[in-house]
């Protein structure tokens, strides 16, 4: 798993490009997390240079909307489509692109025309920050563990609301078991 984070200065940055070709020559799944944080990067154009270029070279690509706007920011996708977003890294060797909407879910897409709608939970926000990892972390734990997406989508969603209902942030990151045991008070009306 890269992050866009690493990708905003050196030597992290070709230290990413470096571990996304040694990954594409043994045959191991890529996960880019866009992660942006504006006060790492010194331009938009920047940021959209070296996105665009991790990007190309992963098989599942997933950020906010704005974020993929911020990788896209020289494309023609002005309409901000979360359908021509996937099929512009289809294009590429994505396989799946997942497109988070905060609070309104998720998407993902599929390189064979599949599309799905995330789960979402109810949270007591006591902050935003940690939620992406929490997101990212739970999606790409259910994907290598060879879960549907729709199953990896719903553990990534439980965990954000998790994290996000919590002072802390990583001391938050829940467990498999506090995930499971959240969908299932989620399910039973008791949700937070």
Same mark, same amino acid.
């Given at each position: $798993?890269?992050?866009?984070?690493?990708?905003?200065?050196?030597?992290?940055?070709?230290?990413?490009?470096?571990?996304?070709?040694?990954?594409?020559? +043994? =045959?191991?799944?890529?996960?880019?997390?866009?992660?942006?944080?504006?006060?790492?990067?010194?331009?938009?154009?920047?940021?959209?240079?070296?996105?665009?270029?991790?990007?190309?070279?992963?098989?599942?690509?997933?950020?906010?909307?704005?974020?993929?706007?911020?990788?896209?920011?020289?494309?023609?996708?002005?309409? +901000?489509?979360?359908?021509?977003?996937?099929?512009?890294?289809?294009?590429?060797?994505?396989?799946?692109?997942?497109?988070?909407? =905060?609070?309104?879910?998720?998407?993902?897409?599929?390189?064979?025309? &599949?599309?799905?709608? =995330?789960?979402?939970?109810?949270?007591?926000?006591?902050?935003?920050?940690?939620?992406?990892?929490?997101?990212?972390?739970?999606?790409?734990?259910?994907?290598? &563990?060879?879960?549907?997406?729709?199953?990896? $989508?719903?553990?990534?969603?439980?965990?954000?609301?998790?994290?996000?209902?919590? +002072?802390?942030?990583?001391?938050? $990151?829940?467990?498999?078991? &506090?995930?499971?045991?959240?969908?299932?008070?989620?399910?039973? =009306?008791?949700?937070?």
């Amino acid at each position: $798993m890269i992050s866009g984070t690493a990708l905003a200065k050196s030597p992290s940055r070709e230290a990413v490009f470096l571990a996304l070709d040694y990954a594409r020559r +043994h =045959g191991v799944v890529t996960f880019f997390d866009l992660d942006y944080r504006p006060y790492t990067w010194t331009s938009p154009e920047e940021t959209a240079i070296y996105y665009k270029l991790a990007a190309e070279k992963c098989d599942v690509i997933f950020g906010t909307r704005e974020e993929f706007d911020r990788m896209e920011r020289f494309d023609r996708n002005n309409r +901000h489509d979360d359908a021509v977003t996937a099929r512009r890294w289809f294009d590429c060797r994505a396989k799946i692109v997942l497109i988070k909407h =905060g609070k309104d879910g998720s998407i993902a897409y599929t390189n064979d025309g &599949q599309c799905f709608a =995330g789960t979402i939970f109810p949270a007591k926000v006591v902050k935003t920050f940690g939620a992406g990892d929490a997101y990212a972390a739970a999606v790409i734990y259910g994907l290598m &563990q060879g879960w549907d997406i729709p199953k990896a $989508m719903e553990y990534g969603a439980a965990a954000a609301a998790i994290v996000i209902s919590s +002072h802390s942030c990583s001391e938050a $990151m829940p467990t498999v078991e &506090q995930i499971e045991r959240y969908i299932r008070k989620c399910r039973s =009306g008791e949700g937070e």
